[in-house]
């Protein structure tokens, strides 16, 4: 029995880069030789196990042979015959299948280190079609590598392409592709995710809104727009999400604002409330389609609908901001409150190049909403209202504060 170390600790510590996990493989084992040595295995499709002490995961070396459609077709053989040469060539990437021994030497077969010094991504074997997940991977490592100068080799390109033209990604579960734009979400260079994949034709298939507000812009530069058009590549646009917030929620709900804001351009600023009805839409449909989870629906939805109003909101009647603050349930989740705050003033400065001077949206949204949530309900109820009037007499209350606050202050 022979252990390495594989996968993408060598290859972040050969980058520099921290590394936060750390994937062994057992050569010549069997899962009896390891349970009696105390491992505990964990899930029921791969052979993987936790080190006793370390908790850490070893797998035994394995062979993946495709049978059928998708990521999930295929048969895994795992039997103490299955060398270490054979279990790198299962892997995406060359520098994602260099292995190391227990004495530190690098066992290479398929030239991971020179593809790492070369700053290259290139697929191991033509195995690499097999999975349409690779897709992704490969985007995404392209994003989170970016920043060193990596790039896709050439015929690495042209599989990721014949794999979209055999419709191979249909196959991809939503959770899934999720998975793998939530991580390109946490990347320094999130726009390299969806260029790489609009390169080899994946866009349109997985993500349509992105690719549809692409393409509107190509007709505008094309067309009378390219004058006046303010806008830059969607692609430069999304480029600014990686550096404004660690928050995912923040991140993706201001990506899909940019992408409403470049398909809904067209429509005049007079129909604001079909743009925010074809805008919310548009959200709505993404996000069901990727199984979203619902405090990112949420907010996404909310940030898209109510854009318009929060950019003007210092302007807003204290009444209606009181209707905006009900129908974001901001009462029982203030959370949003921060959030919005955040993503309007993120917006004004980045989407609308304003100076940073100029913005004072995101601080009177929480100042309001302060001033409001401190008008205790409590006295309210010992003046002997009752049922709905409370309600009707808080709100009352709160717009009147609102209202006082800005007659006296010098926000505006």
Not at 40 to 63: C, N, Q, T
Not at 108 to 119: H, S
Not at 147 to 165: R, S, W, Y
Not at 217 to 234: A, H, P, T
Request: glycine share 4%; aromatic share 12%; proline share 2%.
């Amino acid at each position: 029995m022979k252990i390495y170390l594989v996968g993408g600790a060598i290859r972040d510590r050969l980058l520099h880069i921290p590394v936060r996990d750390r994937d062994w493989v057992v050569v010549g084992a069997t899962p009896e030789i390891l349970l009696s040595l105390n491992f505990k295995k964990v899930g029921k499709s791969f052979p993987v196990f936790l080190h006793p002490d370390s908790k850490e995961e070893y797998s035994l070396a394995r062979i993946d042979r495709k049978f059928g459609v998708g990521y999930t077709g295929f048969k895994t053989d795992y039997s103490n015959k299955v060398t270490l040469e054979e279990d790198l060539m299962r892997r995406d990437l060359t520098i994602n299948a260099i292995a190391q021994d227990i004495n530190g030497n690098y066992i290479d077969f398929f030239g991971g280190l020179k593809d790492l010094k070369n700053k290259i991504l290139r697929h191991v074997s033509p195995a690499f079609c097999e999975d349409p997940l690779r897709i992704l991977r490969v985007a995404r490592f392209s994003a989170s590598l970016n920043h060193f100068g990596f790039q896709i080799a050439q015929e690495t390109m042209q599989l990721m392409i014949d794999m979209v033209k055999n419709k191979e990604l249909l196959s991809l579960t939503k959770d899934r592709i999720w998975k793998e734009t939530e991580k390109a979400l946490k990347t320094r260079n999130l726009h390299v995710y969806f260029q790489v994949l609009y390169s080899c034709n994946a866009l349109s298939i997985i993500f349509p809104e992105i690719n549809l507000a692409y393409r509107c812009e190509l007709q505008r530069i094309m067309g009378y727009y390219q004058k006046v058009c303010f806008r830059s590549n969607i692609f430069l646009e999304i480029a600014k999400i990686s550096n404004l917030n660690e928050d995912i929620d923040i991140k993706f709900t201001y990506l899909c604002n940019i992408v409403c804001q470049f398909i809904t351009f067209d429509i005049n600023y007079f129909f604001l409330s079909m743009r925010n009805i074809i805008a919310k839409k548009l959200i709505k449909i993404l996000c069901n389609r990727l199984h979203i989870p619902s405090y990112i629906k949420d907010l996404s939805i909310i940030f898209v609908e109510h854009c318009n109003f929060l950019s003007l909101i210092c302007i807003q009647s204290s009444e209606s901001i009181m209707i905006f603050f009900k129908k974001i349930d901001a009462w029982r989740k203030p959370d949003r409150i921060k959030k919005l705050s955040l993503l309007i003033d993120l917006y004004m400065l980045n989407f609308l190049n304003m100076k940073s001077i100029n913005i004072c949206q995101g601080n009177f949204l929480k100042r309001v909403f302060d001033i409001s949530n401190n008008i205790s309900i409590k006295p309210i109820i010992y003046a002997g209202f009752i049922g709905i009037e409370i309600r009707r007499e808080l709100v009352r209350l709160r717009t009147i504060a609102i209202d006082k606050w800005r007659r006296d202050s010098s926000c505006l």
